[in-house]
């Protein structure tokens, strides 16, 4: 258990709306990502932190925005919601325990934007 | 850029059988990690089994298991003496090794599009 939440776990919202996306982590870990998955997609990266506003892009990061003001947070802002990201969400930390670094993911946020 | 392609879309097994996923993946570096994760019904993405790229020697945990072959650029993940629990999606997942401590640039995880996997009691 790599201790990351993600809040809220669903929500609706209406196109044009602001969103913002929470996820939280109890130990520490450097680096942070944000995917979303959708049918056929697997995840993609959006955008990803390597540390404390240190931010950057991921493959699919238009209409995101980013932000990491604490070690434990990091925020997912959709500026301007559209049906297109309608999608599960997931939080991701990397974690370098026994210099093995593996990327383990939080539970996921559905969003859907009518 | 890396590709990974999951070939099978969805998979049957018989409780206690051994099934195959299939996986390949497409890159010009020789430095790497591989993965494979478990997607059940609750969406959760849970870490089944990881790959180094420079390591011969294929990984299992318990019931799992990879054939590892680097020149195939191939990355099977074998379920031996399956239960109603192994039920999931099945995602395998490619990490470059490089770029780590300079920046995450290079840590993203590249997904294939996953396989189903209906275990049958």
């Known amino acids: 258990d790599a201790g990351i939440t993600q809040s809220p776990r669903h929500k609706v919202t209406e196109t044009g709306t602001p969103v913002t996306l929470r996820c939280h982590q109890t130990?520490?870990?450097?680096?942070m990502y944000w995917y979303r998955q959708d049918p056929g997609h697997g995840l993609r990266l959006i955008h990803y932190?390597?540390?404390?506003?240190?931010?950057d892009k991921g493959e699919v990061s238009d209409g995101y925005s980013v932000s990491r003001s604490k070690t434990e947070d990091f925020l997912l802002t959709l500026e301007s919601a559209t049906s297109s990201q309608t999608s599960v969400y997931f939080c991701?930390?990397?974690?370098?325990?026994?210099?093995?670094?593996?990327?383990?993911f939080g539970p996921g946020t559905r969003l859907l934007v009518l | 850029a890396q590709t990974v392609t999951q070939s099978q879309p969805e998979m049957s097994v018989q409780e206690a059988e051994t099934v195959t996923l299939s996986c390949t993946y497409d890159?010009?570096?020789?430095?790497?990690?591989l993965f494979w994760y478990k997607q059940p019904p609750s969406r959760q993405m849970i870490l089944v089994i990881r790959?180094?790229?420079?390591?011969?020697q294929n990984a299992t945990e318990n019931r799992f298991s990879v054939n590892f072959q680097k020149a195939a650029k191939s990355f099977s993940l074998k379920i031996s003496d399956s239960q109603l629990g192994d039920a999931a999606m099945y995602f395998c997942?490619?990490?470059?090794?490089?770029?780590?401590?300079?920046?995450?640039?290079?840590?993203?995880?590249?997904f294939g599009g996953g396989t189903r996997v209906l275990v049958k009691p």
């Open positions: 991701a930390i990397s974690d370098l325990r026994g210099n093995q670094e593996t990327q383990y």
């Open positions: 130990e520490n870990h450097r680096y």
């Open positions: 932190s390597y540390g404390v506003k240190d931010t």
């Open positions: 890159t010009s570096e020789s430095d790497y990690y």
């Open positions: 790959q180094e790229a420079y390591k011969q």
């Open positions: 997942a490619y990490r470059s090794a490089l770029g780590f401590w300079i920046k995450a640039a290079g840590n993203k995880l590249t």
